[in-house]
């Protein structure tokens, strides 16, 4: 059983190594990067920090970048004695036969962790593989180990963002299974989990952010059970209340690299965290349209809670 | 980056790895050897569940409720059984084999209370089933059990080593209640080339030094041993592989004891001490043992160890092989007088030896009856000096009463022959506990049936009456009378019908339930209705892998009113 957990695990990894391949490793605009092109023909000033994001997010679009690296007209370096920078303001005379016009091609708005644009608002969908580690002996009679394998989907939006922090709302729903058998009764249980969670996000890096995600929402358990005495399925469907606290990265893997654009972007997720349900009664009974004895009594295997440390590996792609 | 991918894949893959209890994986199995796969106590019902090295005793607190109560036993149970009055539960286990290890369990007997209701100064309570008492034994346990009935003494012996001693008891000291401190005592008995193969216990019985001593009575192929329990070194002898008085002797097949003891007898004419008769197989000789106030002497093929008195052999000549032989009160000259009876089916008689005179009279039966049953206690009028006795035969289609005492020239009161429809090959009593409810006792009636016939039939001893109750197709039907006596039910394997028979009126219920029926147990239930206990009728189904049970009314049984529990074993594991 556990070579399947393995397989699983694997499995998941996998389908993360396309993604990674894909993702060309390419230079990040930083401080000592070549300056940032605004718009030749307006000269604006841009401020890096404070509200200056909101400014370069309304500015036309320039040149761009393809996957981070700079494209012709970006390596063209303009005269040194058109450019002049401080620390605070940079102010950039376009030349007057250098580069793309305005009409042909507009100068991309590179981020930074004070000018993140579209990397840090955005929506998002994605989807993923979340392994629990459940140690509750009410599990036993439905898996032979304690890993709860479930596939995960999630739909998100920016709600707020101010500099590196951002605050998002998530809906996400989780859904899996396991089966085995109990003294030679075949066993099933399925576990659909819906939770909504603000997540609080860190840009560590324009690329790569970390969250943190409280969750609540609510557990569907459903349960069954081939008794041999009654050669019938007893079930026990229930639903509890559901906690999540996990936290973790995501790194980009693959879209432009532009703060203000709305293009999509393919994101490797992974989070960790602890999640809880409340208790279930497995009083397990048969269909009423069964053909059980009359007055079965439930078959009682105890109460489950699925509680534990849970890891989880996700794709997800914001626009 | 490799390593961080490896450092992550190892840590998830270290979360799956939690493995469950292995006894989810563990199937039920099938019980072959040892004995059944449950057993019916007064107040539980004991299913082995040899998967997981455990009894799962089942009890009911109430109206259609059961509880389950796993109780560990030791490994490897190769044999089990309750106690005469179904309170306790005897389980011998080999451990692990070969041991290798110091945790290795070694073999074990594991005695338990199986609850129900027991007499505690005065009032019946209600006892929930418990591990009474655990010994460990050295090497694993032949799959035999011998229990005293007055539930002191167990023994066991062992075997299956490259040296074995056959001869070697292991004497038991069962406790009274888990607080005891449990004794085991190696007995080695005196041997002159046999091996033990029956062993039973006499109550306690007066001797001429004094002592009153209850007596361990082994059978062996060529001799009869007497051991005293409390003393294992007080041990009497009686080899039958040598002639005794001149009569050449042989395997014994029955030993009979009586304490010969009688309130009317005047003390005055002197103390009467036990009698003891032998029965041979393919003899029609008797010894009889008699003991004597006198300086211990050896006797010619008799071994004494501990004891300061006589033990003497009588032959008696009965004049056939007797099937069956046992003491009773006869009546000569208006007082009691023992007799030695010998079944004689080949002579269709009855021999009545007067163990001291060593004279033996005839009685005709008219039929070859070879089988005799003490009823005295169970009849509503008994006479005031002697026995009743029922009896049957696998051959004859009659019973016989047997009022013994004197009228006139005849050596007995009465006989008196119904004929019934089967062969007799067994009686079952109806007996009852703590929990039968007072002024209902059914002590009179006796279970009669066949081997092969699909009836039996229910005797009243007291109104000489036998009904016939007619199980259409089910010859193999399994009979069990209620623990308090007042029905008995009948049901056959793999079938879904089974019937409650009760005893007040006779009045049968066929009862259709909604799987097939392995076995039927009637329980106590801590619960009283208008001042005595309830019951339920617990019939257990076994399917596959998997144990269910009906449970029904037991006074009152009515298909309308059960409740289906299914998946009993699975209860207790985690």
């Given amino acids: ?319 | 980056m490799r390593h961080g991918t490896f450092l992550f894949c190892a840590g998830v893959l270290a979360l799956g790895c939690g493995d469950r209890s292995s006894a989810w994986d563990a199937d039920y199995e099938s019980v072959s050897a040892g004995g059944p796969p449950t057993q019916g106590l007064s107040g539980s019902v004991a299913v082995r569940d040899d998967a997981l090295d455990r009894l799962v005793m089942i009890t009911s607190p109430g109206g259609r409720d059961l509880t389950t109560k796993a109780l560990p036993v030791g490994k490897g149970i190769v044999y089990w059984q309750t106690d005469a009055k179904r309170e306790r539960l005897f389980v011998l286990s080999e451990g692990v084999q070969p041991r290798r290890e110091r945790d290795d369990e070694k073999p074990s007997l594991t005695v338990i209370d199986g609850g129900g209701w027991r007499e505690v100064d005065g009032r019946a309570e209600f006892h929930e089933p418990s591990i009474l008492a655990r010994y460990e034994l050295d090497d694993p346990p032949n799959p035999v059990l011998y229990l005293d009935p007055e539930g002191e003494y167990a023994v066991v012996t062992v075997g299956g080593g490259v040296v074995e001693n056959p001869n070697e008891l292991l004497l038991v000291n069962l406790p009274e209640d888990g607080d005891d401190e449990p004794t085991i005592e190696a007995k080695t008995i005196r041997s002159f080339g046999s091996s033990p193969q029956a062993i039973s216990f006499t109550k306690r019985l007066r001797f001429p030094d004094g002592i009153g001593r209850r007596m361990m009575i082994v059978q062996t192929e060529q001799e009869v041993a007497l051991i005293d329990p409390e003393n294992l070194d007080t041990e009497i002898t009686v080899r039958l592989s040598e002639p005794l008085n001149g009569v050449n002797m042989s395997s014994p097949v029955e030993v009979a004891v009586h304490d010969n003891q009688r309130s009317q007898f005047d003390p005055d004419d002197g103390e009467r001490f036990p009698i003891i008769a032998i029965r041979l197989r393919n003899r029609s000789t008797v010894p009889l043992l008699s003991f004597e106030a006198a300086p211990s002497e050896a006797e010619a093929g008799v071994e004494t160890t501990g004891v300061d008195f006589l033990v003497t052999v009588n032959i008696a000549e009965v004049g056939s092989v007797p099937s069956d032989i046992d003491f009773f009160w006869t009546e000569v000259d208006a007082a009691p007088a023992l007799r030695l009876a010998a079944l004689l089916p080949n002579r269709s008689e009855v021999a009545l030896v007067n163990p001291d005179a060593n004279y033996t009279d005839y009685v005709a039966l008219g039929a070859a009856y070879d089988h005799m049953t003490r009823v005295t206690d169970d009849v509503a009028v008994q006479p005031l000096n002697s026995d009743v006795a029922l009896l049957t035969g696998q051959s004859v289609y009659s019973v016989a009463f047997w009022e013994l005492g004197s009228t006139g020239t005849r050596s007995y009161r009465s006989l008196e022959t119904h004929s019934i429809g089967i062969p007799i090959n067994q009686i079952i009593p109806i007996t009852q506990d703590a929990s039968a409810p007072d002024g209902e006792d059914y002590g009179h009636l006796k279970l009669l049936r066949g081997v092969t016939a699909s009836e039996f039939y229910v005797l009243d001893l007291n109104q000489r009456q036998s009904a016939p109750m007619l199980t259409t197709g089910t010859s193999g039907a399994n009979i069990t009378p209620a623990p308090d006596g007042q029905r008995a039910w009948v049901s056959v394997a793999n079938e879904e019908e089974i019937a409650s028979v009760r005893f007040s009126d006779l009045h049968p219920t066929t009862l259709v339930l909604e799987r097939p029926v392995a076995a039927v147990y009637d329980i106590a239930q801590p619960e009283t209705t208008h001042g005595s206990p309830s019951r339920v009728a617990i019939a257990l189904h076994i399917e596959g892998a998997s144990l269910g049970a009906t449970v029904l009314d037991a006074r009152a049984p009515d298909t309308a009113d059960t409740r289906f529990y299914g998946g009993i074993l699975l209860g207790g594991i985690r």
Avoid: C
């Fill in chain 1, 1 to 319: 059983m556990i070579r399947r957990e393995a397989g699983y695990l694997v499995a998941s990894m996998a389908l993360m190594v396309p993604w990674v391949a894909a993702a060309q490793p390419a230079p990040v605009p930083s401080e000592a990067a070549p300056a940032k092109p605004s718009s030749p023909a307006t000269g604006v000033a841009i401020e890096p920090g404070g509200d200056s994001v909101d400014q370069a997010a309304d500015a036309p679009p320039g040149a761009t970048w393809e996957d981070g690296a700079p494209t012709e007209a970006t390596k063209a370096e303009p005269p040194a004695e058109s450019v002049a920078a401080s620390a605070s303001v940079v102010v950039v005379t376009a030349p007057a036969n250098v580069g793309p016009s305005a009409t042909e091609e507009e100068a991309p708005t590179m981020p930074t962790l004070e000018h993140l644009g579209t990397y840090q608002k955005h929506t998002w969908v994605g989807t993923g593989v979340r392994t629990s580690y459940v140690n509750d002996p009410g599990l036993d009679p439905f898996a032979e180990t304690d890993a709860l394998v479930r596939l995960d989907v999630g739909v998100g939006r920016t709600l707020f963002g101010y500099r590196q922090v951002s605050l998002a709302a998530v809906l996400d729903y989780a859904v899996g299974g396991r089966s085995a058998t109990a003294r030679g009764d075949a066993t099933t249980i399925m576990a659909h989990q819906i939770t909504v969670a603000p997540e609080l996000r860190f840009h560590v890096w324009p690329r790569l952010f970390v969250f943190a995600r409280p969750a609540v929402g609510a557990e569907y358990f459903r349960a069954s059970i081939e008794e041999s005495s009654m050669n019938e399925e007893l079930l026990q469907r229930a639903w509890a209340v559901a906690y999540d606290l996990s936290a973790g990265a995501a790194v980009q893997l693959y879209g432009k690299v532009s703060s203000d654009a709305r293009i999509p972007r393919l994101w490797l997720v992974a989070d960790g965290g602890y999640g809880w349900t409340g208790r279930v009664d497995l009083e397990m009974e048969a269909n009423d349209d069964s053909d059980a004895p009359a007055r079965s009594v439930p078959l009682d295997l105890g109460d489950l809670t699925l509680r534990g440390p849970q890891f989880q590996i996700a794709a997800r792609l914001s626009f």
